[in-house]
């Protein structure tokens, strides 16, 4: 564990990644979720994972162009770090106004929080486009659906936690052989299995 800390400690500070996108942000105060959607029969869509780098395909490219788009659409909303990986996404979803001080409804969100708008935004925006291209780009049609019914969301409650799940996100890629999504992995990621065993990880039937 103590090995992981300082592994992580130093891949943030290389390059500047401990900054981030809202400054003077309060996670504190305001609502900041880590969410994961998945990809239906864990179907490998975006692209894939070469030498420990994501690289997307078109489907790929589209799916971030969309995930960019959702602090112009929701008002109050700003978005942290995220990965798309070939079959799975992850990000962080900062909302202000979110009340703290209520607990958390059974839709695992806190009170004013928008999030299951904006992730059901995000599926159906991205499923719209993709439905079109099967049919101008002959893109490959998908079975039923784009995306599962169902995603996680995580209350991310302080720095510590920030950035524990920002590191997660940044090495994505580079452990993907390790990744419960992907269906050939050949061992555990200690951080993934810490993060997504937690109890504040809720498994939602909407969106």
């Given at each position: 564990?103590?090995?992981?800390?300082?592994?992580?400690?130093?891949?943030?500070?290389?390059?500047?990644?401990?900054?981030?996108?809202?400054?003077?942000?309060?996670?504190?105060?305001?609502?900041?979720?880590?969410?994961?959607?998945?990809?239906?029969?864990?179907?490998?869509?975006?692209?894939?994972?070469?030498?420990?780098?994501?690289?997307?395909?078109?489907?790929?490219?589209?799916?971030?162009?969309?995930?960019?788009?959702?602090?112009?659409?929701?008002?109050?909303?700003?978005?942290?770090?995220?990965?798309?990986?070939?079959?799975?996404?992850?990000?962080i979803?900062?909302?202000?106004?979110?009340?703290?001080?209520?607990?958390?409804?059974?839709?695992?969100e806190?009170?004013?929080?928008?999030?299951?708008?904006?992730?059901?935004?995000?599926?159906?925006?991205?499923?719209?486009?993709?439905?079109?291209?099967?049919?101008?780009?002959?893109?490959?049609?998908?079975?039923?659906?784009?995306?599962?019914?169902?995603?996680?969301?995580?209350?991310?409650?302080?720095?510590?936690?920030?950035?524990?799940?920002?590191?997660?996100?940044?090495?994505?890629?580079?452990?993907?052989?390790?990744?419960?999504?992907?269906?050939?992995?050949?061992?555990?990621?200690?951080l993934e299995?810490?993060?997504?065993t937690?109890?504040?990880?809720?498994?939602?039937?909407?969106?």
């Amino acid at each position: 564990m103590v090995l992981m800390q300082d592994e992580m400690k130093q891949y943030l500070e290389e390059d500047g990644r401990r900054s981030i996108r809202l400054k003077d942000y309060d996670y504190g105060k305001a609502g900041a979720y880590f969410v994961t959607i998945c990809t239906q029969g864990q179907k490998n869509l975006f692209g894939e994972v070469l030498n420990g780098e994501m690289l997307l395909n078109e489907i790929g490219r589209v799916m971030k162009k969309w995930w960019e788009e959702i602090d112009s659409k929701f008002k109050n909303v700003g978005l942290d770090e995220f990965v798309i990986m070939p079959n799975h996404f992850h990000g962080i979803v900062i909302i202000v106004g979110a009340d703290l001080r209520v607990c958390p409804d059974k839709m695992g969100e806190h009170t004013g929080s928008p999030l299951h708008r904006i992730v059901q935004w995000f599926k159906t925006m991205t499923t719209n486009e993709y439905i079109r291209n099967v049919y101008n780009q002959r893109w490959k049609p998908f079975s039923k659906r784009v995306w599962q019914r169902n995603y996680y969301e995580h209350i991310i409650r302080n720095e510590e936690k920030l950035n524990k799940i920002r590191y997660y996100i940044q090495t994505n890629p580079l452990k993907w052989h390790l990744d419960r999504e992907n269906q050939q992995r050949v061992g555990s990621d200690e951080l993934e299995e810490e993060i997504f065993t937690s109890k504040k990880i809720s498994q939602l039937s909407k969106g």
